[in-house]
């Protein structure tokens, strides 16, 4: 089981920058990989971000390339979206997720927290 639990969330003008948290626990955190997605009002959730279990390897999808960037501190069993020049389109509920079988499926979630970009 691996329990996680997203804080960092807010209300931010367009342009600026916030910074998510993800704390994991349960199961050794360094042995599996981990991602960032996110649902806006009315929209099906997307893809962000993945890290890989060590973080040598990144992947992001092209809406966010070049703003946010995933990392991970496996001391701390946390990993992090830091997302600059936020757009109001970048407004939603931001999940991290954990691929513990390194499949890219994503057995656990967590609750969520939004992030507002006002214009």
């Known amino acids: 089981q691996v329990q996680l639990v997203e804080s960092g969330g807010g209300l931010v003008q367009a342009g600026g920058s916030l910074r998510l948290s993800c704390a994991a626990s349960?199961?050794?955190?360094?042995?599996?990989?981990m991602a960032w997605f996110r649902q806006a009002p009315g929209k099906e959730r997307e893809f962000v971000a993945r890290?890989?279990?060590?973080?040598?390897?990144?992947y992001y999808a092209d809406s966010v390339k070049g703003r946010f960037t995933i990392s991970r501190d496996n001391a701390k069993n946390t990993v992090y979206l830091q997302m600059n020049r936020l757009k109001p389109e970048d407004t939603a509920v931001y999940y991290c997720?954990?691929?513990?079988?390194?499949?890219?499926?994503?057995?656990?979630w967590g609750q969520g927290t939004q992030v507002t970009v006002s214009s």
């Open positions: 349960g199961r050794t955190f360094s042995s599996y990989a």
């Open positions: 997720a954990a691929d513990t079988t390194n499949r890219s499926t994503y057995d656990y």
């Open positions: 890290i890989s279990w060590s973080g040598g390897y990144t």
